[in-house]
């Protein structure tokens, strides 16, 4: 913005905890890249701090370019489901995904192209930008989590992998059996998966009849997805024919398909 590049606008800061955690770098912006001026970035006036419901609700009254930074990361909580379903609709806005999107979370639907997501109950067509940059997700990697397990032997009930794609699980499990704990003494539990940790080893009790979701569809998109973009594709198709006439057409040549199939 000083530069030039883009227009001037306010940047808010739209999540209590965020705003807590920059206040700790105000205080410590010494101990931080010499480099870079972190009191003058983090006191810049385009800078805007909405702590308060109130504060952030304000936002939603703006019509002119700013920027919101809000959580959740993946947005499936927190004040930016508020936001994406003020503004996924619109052509003119652009969500930026500033890191690693899990399957089965709002923000890997949208970085896969969703045309459409459900918020808060709502359907809301995607028609705005979606961008992705991943310099944001900071957890250590295999080997980092490897040597972090290896540190803490001996491990003598068990590990529990639980926080991971499921390829992903898998792949750190081979790779601690080789050499850190023992293959048996590994879990990688699933969704609705019930475990007893007070035998002498943890075990998992019988609970198919409670799962909510079969573990192989738990990340993949379910037909209430395809429906949506069903419905979606129809209207669109409805709306770009030429009159009234076409769009007669295409609504009977629907009915006679869905006839045929009964």
């Not at 999540?15 to 983090?42: K, Q, Y």
């Not at 805007?48 to 959740?72: N, P, Q, Y």
């Not at 290896?150 to 390829?167: K, N, S």
């Not at 973009?229 to 769009?247: G, H, N, P, W």
Request: some cysteine.
């Amino acid at each position: 913005m000083e530069r030039g590049e883009v227009p001037a606008a306010p940047i808010f800061l739209d999540s209590p905890l965020a705003i807590h955690a920059t206040e700790v770098f105000r205080e410590h912006a010494a101990s931080l890249d010499p480099g870079v001026d972190v009191d003058r970035l983090l006191n810049s006036p385009h800078l805007k701090f909405t702590e308060t419901v109130a504060e952030s609700k304000a936002i939603m009254r703006l019509t002119g370019f700013h920027i919101i930074i809000a959580a959740s990361g993946m947005c499936d909580a927190g004040r930016i489901r508020h936001h994406l379903k003020r503004w996924l609709w619109n052509e003119r806005a652009t969500v930026l995904l500033s890191g690693f999107q899990a399957h089965g979370t709002l923000g890997r639907f949208l970085q896969d192209g969703a045309k459409a997501v459900r918020i808060q109950g709502d359907e809301i067509r995607v028609a705005a930008r979606i961008r992705m940059i991943d310099e944001y997700s900071g957890h250590a990697d295999a080997a980092g989590i490897a040597g972090w397990i290896a540190a803490r032997r001996p491990i003598a009930r068990g590990l529990f992998l639980t926080h991971g794609e499921q390829d992903a699980i898998a792949g750190l499990a081979e790779r601690l059996g080789e050499r850190i704990v023992p293959a048996a003494k590994i879990y990688q539990p699933v969704l609705d998966d019930i475990y007893e940790l007070e035998a002498p080893e943890p075990r998992v009790l019988d609970v198919d009849h409670r799962r909510r979701l079969a573990p192989e569809a738990v990340t993949h998109l379910d037909w209430h997805n395809e429906m949506s973009e069903l419905m979606l594709d129809i209207s669109d198709k409805v709306a770009a024919a030429a009159d009234d006439r076409a769009r007669g057409v295409i609504i009977r040549r629907l009915r006679r398909a869905l006839q045929e199939n009964e």
